[in-house]
């Protein structure tokens, strides 16, 4: 018994080693998040025709996924930057997103073009994401997070990053993550965002970038967002497309 005790605690601390350091962390999101848009223009991500046409209609997309639900505030000034994002590259993306669908994900488990198997997969991970979203919503423990950037996500969307704060919080997240790991590996590590707004499928050109790029700027000049998040901000839910998600079993 004493020495499975001792080889537990040495996969505990094993796993407490290989979570992302804030340092890591910034280190990885800085090397992206500040140059995300090529001057010469660029092609979006094939993928996303998964989710938009090239109307910029959002297709249907199945999925289930643990997100963050974020205070109206919080969603109020997201609105100012979407607003302006609209204002200066409407032609390039797609149709608007919903206030009320602004979210911090921190999981994603399932997603696809809808068909018998996804519901498959949906239907194996349900269970198990909601009792541990569940567990975790007993927490207290703050998160603190404050926004970075607006940036380019993969050729697919234009997002708002966040950071944390301090170590501390920086722990707390990843040990969030990695629980859900437990129930579905991702092979990419957390990268905390709101999603601002889709690309519509297609070229975006050298002066498009440019005016996205006025649309970072807008965003740079403005003052941090700070969150705090507990677990009890924590939700499993689920979609039918990008503008329309719903709380899951809990």
Known sequence: ???KRCQEGRIAMRDRKE???????RFRTQSFNQNSLPLEGM?????LLKKVNQEGNFLEYRGNTVVFVLPREIKEKISVFQEKLYSLCREILAEPLEADTFHLTLHDLASGPP????E??????RFGAAKKTAGLSREGETIRLRSTFLFNMVNTSMVLGFEPEEEESCQ???RYYEAFQETVRLSYPLTPHVTVAYFRPGRISGEQIGRLQEAV??????????LELT?????YQEFSDMNHYWRGCR
Do not use: C, Y
């Open 231 to 235: 677990g009890a901000m924590l939700e």
């Open 120 to 125: 498959h997969r949906i239907r194996e991970t």
């Open 217 to 226: 700027d807008f965003v740079k000049a403005r003052e941090q967002l700070k």
């Open 172 to 174: 707390r997240l990843m």
């Open 43 to 47: 092609e979006t991500n094939p993928g």
């Open 1 to 3: 018994m004493k020495e």
């Open 115 to 118: 068909s018998g198997s996804l």
């Open 19 to 25: 979570m992302e350091t804030l340092e890591e962390f």
